[in-house]
């Protein structure tokens, strides 16, 4: 079973979706038909756990939120007992969950997924800081989309912050560019186009050379200047984007 959802993830990490498909199905199928063996040996749970994950993660992919919320339900709900106490399995599967909702427009379960995937974070992790940095970034889409617009500026600042100050640049460099995009987009979104093409030239110089990023980011600004009239700059950027 490790082997199979092992393969799933990599299937995903690389695109694979036909692949990521087959072998989903065939530990789901190991799952039914060894129920009772996977039980007795399997007494944490986390390889169920694991293996019930990644088709959660494949119906994500697609796009299926009611599929996907249905796996990873399996593994964790607000009123029955985790299927593993494995802390960061349960707080993946809580941020799925969060994510399911939010894009399904279900704003008050995604914030309450969050904060359930908040209290799995362990005092002890390495990660501790960066983790809540996530926390922060998903309240804040949740507050803007709440209407909660101060808050949620004050979230992702929050989580600016903690990036800021982890020095482990390389692991948390597309974590930052997110951030700073979220930030820029949330000001567009509020017609301060100044204050969002600011976060984007940030962002700007985090990329690496040759990063398939900057499309999206080159392009993101033209979008700013050309919601401004600013016809000229936005070309500038929209040609940037297509010779990245």
Known sequence: LEAIYTLCWCADYHKRLEEFRSFMLLGNQLLKDEAPELERV???????????????????????????????????????????????????????????????????????????????????????????ALYYMYKGEYQFSAGKIQDAFSSLLKALHLLKNDNR???????????????????????????AAHYVYKSITLHVKSDPAFIGTYRFLGDIFYEQGKLDSAIFYYNKSLIC
């Open 169 to 195: 640049k390389t692991r948390v460099r597309n974590s930052l560019i997110s951030n700073l995009i979220l930030i820029a987009n949330f000001y567009r979104r509020i017609e301060k186009y100044d204050s």
């Open 42 to 132: 399997d007494m944490t749970g986390i390889h169920r756990a694991s293996m019930i994950h990644a088709s959660g993660l494949y119906h994500f992919c697609l796009g299926n939120y009611d599929e996907a919320i249905k796996e990873y339900s399996r593994i964790i709900t607000f009123s029955g007992t985790p299927l593993t106490r494995d802390s960061s399995l349960l707080r993946s599967a809580c941020n799925y969950l969060g994510q399911c909702h939010y894009d399904m427009g279900n704003l008050d379960k995604s914030i309450q997924y969050f904060e359930l995937a908040n209290r799995y974070i362990q005092k002890n992790d390495e990660d501790f800081d960066y983790l809540h």
